[in-house]
């Protein structure tokens, strides 16, 4: 029988993608080799990546491991639909020449996820009024990438227009059918979300599954302290499933009958958190929540 779900990881946990110098020396062999070595079966791009088809199939495929996805970064509050198309075709393309089916994507022309100078209560938000215009655009985009074959799943993330649970259902309403949910557990529940009520809601349109926990007194002292995302990540925000305070059995028992992806994606200081150690602990409490959710 083949299986529905497969594991893989993001890169994150060991290079950031966000703050170069965190893992900035550890070669992409490495990352890859030690994904392997704890379980997975595919990765997510990151900026040590060849960005060439034949190249990537070639590094990827020495350590027997397939392409995931890869995050693109949307300007479409400053753009129509058919320049981020344009934009977006390089990446698009790669995507479709590795046989991935799910484009992760997410809103990033006003981010501040990226700068350590800005607390996350300085993050971007929408007006009532504006959400329909968004939604269209994204919609506008999901259709045109459907068409090629995938499925845009928008990735709601901290310092982002679309971080908490209002802004996540408040964006799958204005969206339509071609435009589906990437499910965060660790954003959802850093930003105050219940990750199993999300899952409840949208199962329907949740295509893609990143698993990252949350270390709750960390939380607290990002929220307290105002810190910058970039700074709760330094501090350890994050960790893998099953190190933190996030409910997995209740989440996934909300997914029953997902298929696709599961994604260990925590991004930590790979200085304190040795990524061999947190990739094996990751993978083995997922593959177990999994299992123990009968999706596996």
């Known amino acids: 029988m083949e299986v529905s779900i497969r594991i893989g990881a993001n890169p994150i946990g060991w290079s950031n993608d966000d703050l170069l110098s965190l893992g900035g020396a550890t070669p992409l062999e490495v990352c890859l080799a030690e994904a392997k070595e704890a379980g997975f079966e595919g990765m997510e791009l990151g900026h040590k990546f060849p960005r060439n088809a034949s190249a990537l199939k070639a590094v990827l495929g020495r350590f027997g491991l397939d392409l995931v996805s890869g995050w693109y970064s949307a300007e479409l509050l400053r753009r129509p639909p058919q320049e981020e198309l344009a934009v977006l075709k390089t990446h698009l393309d790669l995507l479709k020449a590795m046989g991935c089916r799910v484009l992760v994507f997410a809103e990033t022309s006003n981010a501040i996820h990226g700068d350590r100078g800005s607390p996350l209560d300085q993050r971007p938000v929408l007006g009532k009024g504006e959400w329909q215009d968004f939604g269209r655009r994204v919609t506008a985009v999901g259709d045109a990438v459907l068409a090629q074959g995938l499925r845009l799943v928008y990735h709601h993330h901290m310092g982002t227009i679309v971080q908490s649970e209002p802004d996540i259902d ?127």
């Open 170 to 296: 408040a964006f799958m309403a204005a969206t339509g059918p071609s435009v589906h949910l990437l499910l965060d557990t660790g954003h959802a529940t850093f930003a105050g979300a219940d990750p199993a009520a999300l899952a409840r809601r949208h199962r329907a349109r949740i295509s893609h599954f990143h698993a990252k926990d949350v270390r709750p007194e960390v939380m607290a002292r990002a929220k307290a302290e105002r810190l910058s995302f970039l700074d709760a990540v330094i501090a350890g925000v994050f960790t893998v499933p099953g190190d933190g305070c996030i409910d997995y059995p209740a989440v996934l028992a909300e997914l029953a009958g997902y298929t696709g992806w599961a994604v260990v994606e925590a991004e930590q200081d790979p200085e304190k958190a040795n990524p061999l150690a947190y990739a094996r602990m990751g993978y083995a409490n997922l593959r177990r929540y999994l299992a123990g959710a009968k999706l596996l």
